[in-house]
Structure formats: C-alpha cells, structure tokens
C-alpha cells in the first residue's frame, strides 16, 4: 500500500487538476485529471474501483469506488467539475490551493472538491477492518453544466447503497430540499408588412401578447395546484425574463422571442411540466397562422424532497445540532433519490462562494465535517 498523501497534499493536487465543465464547448474539459487522483487515493484506501464512462468524446466519467459489500450502506458523493473562471478576476492563480487568513483560496475548493480528501482523512482516522455494510465513495461529472455524470448514475438503475450524503456547501447545515429548474424560449413567427394596412402582416408581438397572457393564467392555475411551506417562496413560479421582437414602429412585428424560467416544486416533474406549458402556448395561438417553435435553454433540472422522517435526516440533524432545510440551488440529490437512496446534502463550504472568483473556505470548516463524516461512516457501516 502506497502512502497517501495528507490532507493539504491531497487537496492542493485536486485544485490543482483542471476540471471545468460547461455548456460551452469552449470551456469543456475532461474530468480525468481528478478522477484518476481519486482513483488511485481509494484503491490505496482498499477500495473497489469503477470508472464508468459518462461521454467517450469529451472523456468524463464517474468514479463509483466501493468498499464492503451487501446491501444498506452510505454513499459519500460528489462532482468532480469546476464552473469556468475569469482570470483577471482572481487575486491569486486559481489552481493553487493558496492558504491566506484562515482560508483555502482556490477554483471549487467550497463547490466542492474539498469534500474529498476530508472522506478520505475520515476513512483514516477509522478502522476500515470493522466495516459491515458497504461504503461507497461517489465522483461523478458535468454537475455544472448537464447532470449528463447524475443521470448516467440514473440510467444504470444500479443501486448504490441505501443512505447517500453529498457535499455540496451548506454550511455545515443539513438539506433535504430544493426546487428545480427549467428555461425556455418560445418564438413566434409572423410576416413583415407595411404598418398602415394590418392585412399585409401578421404581427408576432400580438401573438406574443395572447402567449403572456395564457401564461399568466397557466401560472395562477399552476400556484393552485402546486404549494409547500416549507419553502420561503412556497409556489412554483415562471418569470418572464426576456422579451425581444420588431425593428421598427412603422413595420409590422415579424418575430417575436420570450424566454422564460420556471422553478419547480418537489412533485412536479420536468418533463411533465415542458409538456403542459408548450400545450398552453400551443392552444393560445390556434389559428393565428404564426409559426411556433420552443427550445430548451438549459436541461431541466429535477426537485428534491427526501422525507424529513429519514435516518439519515435525523442522523443528520443530530451530527450538526441544526434542523433540516431548503435551499435555492440545484444538486445531483434528485437523481440519487430516485436510485432508492435517502439523500441529505450536508457539506462544509458556504454557497456564496460557490461559482465566485476568489473562492474560499475557511480552515474551520474541515475538522467538524471531518467529524461528522466519520460518526456517519460509523453510523450507516460499522
Ligand atoms: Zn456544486
């Protein structure tokens, strides 16, 4: 068994590895650089290793490492991707784990590579001999820009253990839900025409109009149907975020584009969703002779609710003194649920300075996950 590195060693080498991931091709890379680190890390720990390629093309992949066997057990998962970076904007170089004024300065030390070598200081300080259900150590791919990593997890159907904690930041605090997200552009188009004889056009800003207005009325119905308290905004909503269409006052509108966002409660599903509102755009403008087309913008991404009565929620809210929450950012929680594991997300970093230049965590952060990953270890395996 090769020595592992320390903590700090560890973590200055996963910084240090490249791995941004983005819509933008441009940006893309592979995840590689980490997670042939980790792999080589947890087979040291005495892990079982699986690399399961997620896209052949832009090389990514999820590492699945597994240690015991049978059924229960814990899954500790994270991302291995980066969002992209500008920078001019970093005080210091992005990729060097820099230590400053009680911090970890560096590109995704707090969302979220720091949470793998606290698993990996918590699997040493334990005696892995003693384990009894498995323990499996999760790093998946494109969790910042296509979930392409969770919902390969998804489409393998395999099941990864019973209890899954990801450590995406929270602050320490544990969550239990979030809402999901879906943006789209609707666009209409109409015919160009002299603007002193209607009949020499058909004006796609009008039918915009009826669309809108079908919407709002979509989303009343919607706000009905669809409610949790739980959450500070407990409806779903749709934001009509961006409107172009037209060139000229004296021109008839041609073409017209709405782009919209909706945040989806746990309960709504995206697809289900995409369906019933491009049903009521659909409808609203029957018979107005103008082309319709929608696109995506982004991938729709699920809701998650795990049940506030489950072991790991309340093994949770036990570790860290703090009652179960919602939170306003997506994570990969969704897709794990639907694999028949209780999720909680719980990690060390803090969500402001996720996606932020300068990116920090504090130094007091580690120790007390490290804590509370190990007593969670011992809980779900030992
Ligand atoms: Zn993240």
Redesign the pocket.
């Known amino acids: 068994m090769t020595k592992l590195p320390a903590f700090k060693e560890s973590f200055s080498a996963l910084i240090a590895a490249p791995t941004v991931s983005s819509i933008n091709p441009a940006h893309d890379q592979s995840n590689r650089p980490a997670v042939d680190l980790l792999a080589n890390w947890f087979s040291d720990l005495g892990f079982n290793i699986e690399l399961v390629p997620v896209d052949s093309a832009a090389d990514k992949v999820n590492l699945v490492a597994s240690l015991g066997a049978g059924g229960g057990g814990l899954a500790l998962s994270g ?1 291995t991707d980066t969002v992209p970076f500008t920078e001019t904007a970093w005080r210091q170089d992005p990729f060097k784990l820099t230590e400053k004024d009680g911090r970890f300065y560096g590109l995704g030390v707090s ?2 590579k720091c949470f793998f070598p606290i698993v990996m200081a918590a699997l040493q300080s334990l005696d892995l001999k003693k384990i009894k259900r498995p323990i499996i150590l999760l790093a998946t791919c494109d ?2 820009s296509t979930m392409a990593g969770a919902k390969a997890l998804v489409d393998a159907g395999r099941s990864l253990g019973r209890h899954a904690l990801i450590g ?2 929270t602050g320490l605090q544990p969550v239990n839900m979030h809402k999901g997200v879906m943006i789209e552009t609707i666009s209409l188009g109409g015919r160009a025409g002299h603007s002193s004889d209607p009949s020499l056009g058909n004006n796609a800003m009008e039918g915009m109009h009826v669309v809108i207005t079908a919407l709002r009325a979509w989303r009343a119905r919607l706000q009905e149907e669809f409610s949790n308290d739980q959450f500070k905004v407990p409806t779903p909503t749709l934001n009509f975020g961006s409107i172009h269409g037209g060139d000229s006052p004296n021109r008839i509108c041609a073409d017209c584009e709405l782009k919209i966002d909706l945040r989806l409660l746990p309960g709504m599903h995206v697809h289900e969703i995409r369906n019933r509102l491009r049903q009521t755009v659909t409808q609203a403008i029957a018979g107005s002779g103008l082309q319709l087309q929608f696109d995506e913008v982004l991938p729709g991404m699920a809701a998650m609710a795990t049940d506030p009565c489950s072991e790991i929620v309340k093994v949770a809210e036990e570790l860290t003194g703090h009652s179960t929450g919602a939170v306003n950012f997506g ?1 990969e929680g969704p897709y794990l649920n639907s694999l028949g594991m209780d999720t909680v997300i719980l990690g060390p970093g803090d969500i402001e300075q ?1 996606h932020q230049a300068n990116e920090y965590i504090e130094q007091a952060r580690i120790q007390p996950m490290q804590d509370i990953l190990k007593k969670m270890i011992s809980h779900f395996c030992m």
């Open positions: 991302h969302d979220m969790e910042e995406e930041p994570t996720a």
